[in-house]
T-cell receptor, first 114, second 116 residues
Framework: AQSVTQPDIHITVSEGASLELRCNYSYGATPYLFWYVQSPGQGLQLLLKYFSGDTLVQGIKGFEAEFKRSQSSFNLRKPSVHWSDAAEYFCAVTRGSTLGRLYFGRGTQLTVWP | GAGVSQSPSNKVTEKGKDVELRCDPISGHTALYWYRQRLGQGLEFLIYFQGNSAPDKSGLPSDRFSAERTGESVSTLTIQRTQQEDSAVYLC??????????????FGPGTRLTVT
């Protein structure tokens, strides 16, 4: 069975500090990986995705993520956090035989201190 | 253009009553998904419609849950005899697929269901 683990339930950083949100997946073949952000009262918005090719992917809002097959990880990073980045972040995975069906992690709540 | 819309945005119902949740996907999107998000949890897959194919119902938690979709348009998720554990935000998403390529899922704002 596939699973997605986000080990950090809640992270607090100061504005301007760097950020890394962790995501590990359990799946045998190459997965399709996504990061979504959910702001209060809003739906989920896709930040970035990895399907194949370059393992470092760039997304919107200055976010990037790196796929590391050896570690089964797809960590999300941002060099300098803004107060508006405070939100909940979800890592998700799907695979070829279940195209479209996303498996989500439990999410990481990000708080940004001014 | 218009995104995915869902109605109602909030629904409070008494235990044992039936509820219907509606999703309007983005026009032209062939795939439609329903997910459930319980408090403090990630999203849980419920059901997936793709064009005229038989839906993937493998995520529905019980036979009290059902969903329909007419063609490539509106979908309705129905929960019969609601229980308190059904309280959650129900999210709908749609995507455009073709040739085996995976496209982004666009999410609606969700319907918050509270069963009292």
């Amino acid at each position: 069975a596939q699973s997605v683990t986000q080990p950090d339930i809640h992270i607090t950083v100061s504005e301007g500090a760097s950020l890394e949100l962790r995501c590990n997946y359990s799946y045998g073949a190459t997965p399709y990986l996504f990061w979504y952000v959910q702001s209060p009262g809003q739906g989920l918005q896709l930040l970035l995705k990895y399907f194949s090719g370059d393992t470092l992917v760039q997304g919107i809002k200055g976010f990037e993520a790196e796929f590391k097959r050896s570690q089964s990880s797809f960590n999300l990073r941002k060099p300098s956090v803004h107060w508006s980045d405070a939100a909940e972040y979800f890592c998700a995975v799907t695979r070829g035989s279940t195209l479209g069906r996303l498996y989500f992690g439990r999410g990481t709540q990000l708080t940004v201190w001014p | 253009g218009a995104g995915v819309s869902q109605s109602p945005s909030n629904k409070v119902t008494e235990k044992g009553k039936d509820v219907e949740l509606r999703c309007d996907p983005i026009s032209g999107h062939t795939a439609l998904y329903w997910y459930r998000q319980r408090l403090g949890q990630g999203l849980e897959f419920l059901i997936y419609f793709q064009g005229n194919s038989a839906p993937d119902k493998s995520g529905l938690p019980s036979d009290r849950f059902s969903a329909e979709r007419t063609g490539e348009s509106v979908s309705t998720l129905t929960i019969q005899r609601t229980q308190q554990e059904d309280s959650a935000v129900y999210l709908c998403a749609s995507s455009s697929r073709g040739g085996g390529t995976i496209y982004e899922q666009y999410f609606g704002p969700g319907t918050r269901l509270t069963v009292t």
